[in-house]
DNA sequence: TGCCAAGTGGAACACTGCTCCGTATATTCG
DNA sequence: CGAATATACGGAGCAGTGTTCCACTTGGCA
């Protein structure tokens, strides 16, 4: 019974172990914890972390697919119920900076690895971008704001602030720069 | 004669051909070249390179200060030529971002090694920061500059910026993103 | 010249990501 | 129920990193 996947029942259960292991890992010591530390955190070897995921960007895809999936999702409500195209655009801009904030490390995770860097770059591509390009388009036809820039430029700029924001420093707040680069696209 | 530090001839010696190696080293492979591989170009050893910079970090600044203090220096003048202050602003934000992309992984530097960030950080801070701020200052009185962000802010998200761009990517251009930053400073 | 503190080199350590393959076991079939 | 087999597992081992340590060399001075 269960999932029609083709695998064994214990192949199964790792990978929850594992995806559950590397979340907490991930809350405790960021997401560049070493890989062994999961592995040794879902009670399983080496061979098998890697097994399931061949990189460890893969696994960092996975923990936080579903929540991108929910930052995704809140876009087009956002759109609906803000009272402006602007002022969902803030909100938005606002969960996507929640989202990669509240994961230590999130941002920076793949710095030191290209593969890693592809995989959650190509996350947020596949399923941000489409939103912040809806949200963007809304508020250029209600006049709200006059540059071209693209989405992409919007998407990477902000991941890119919060990566760098990472570093604790009570002088420096990510939001206001953030802040600003919306108040740039106004024109 | 020569220097009145009390180092010995050699040392002195072993010390400029480390920073003439690494400069060599950062341009061939990048900022994140091993230092097995700097020892090696410089003709020294492992032990050498420690004894002159202790970190990494602190190698990388030795190397770069010069061009960091022309960066701080052309502030002023710019101030001065410039048709108003804000063209001056853009222009010398022009200047750091030339700094900082043309150096591959400068702006990155740091990123793994809390210390190398300090070292790189504070070098800017030092440097850098009372320029942009004498500019922001005068683009304030002049009307041109709205935001009360504070320089600080600024710096750092234009070198957050810088460094997110590092990746290679035809179709993401930091100044693309500072422009818009500082579009959004006029307010 | 001879001495010795300053300086050097590179082996060794601790840590990383990742691979490999002998072993264990879930599943299936007789 | 008991074997046969494909599937999955574990962890030793490899390659590469930054950094430390200390026996050895050498510049500069008396």
Redesign the interface.
Known sequence: MAESTGKRADARRNEKALLDAAAAVFVSDGVDAPVRKIAAEAGVGMGTIYRHFPTRADLVVAVYRHQVDACAEAGPALLASAESPFAALRSWVDLFVDFLVTKRGLA?AS??D?DG?AALHGLFLERLLPVLDDILAAAREAGEVK?D?PA???L??I???C???E?VDP???AR??I???????R?
Chains 1, 2 share one sequence.
């Open positions: 920076a710095r030191n290209p860097f540059s820039v992409y430029q919007l990477r700029a991941g890119d602030i990566a760098g924001a570093r002088g420096y707040d206001i720069t802040g600003l680069l919306l108040d740039g696209c024109g």
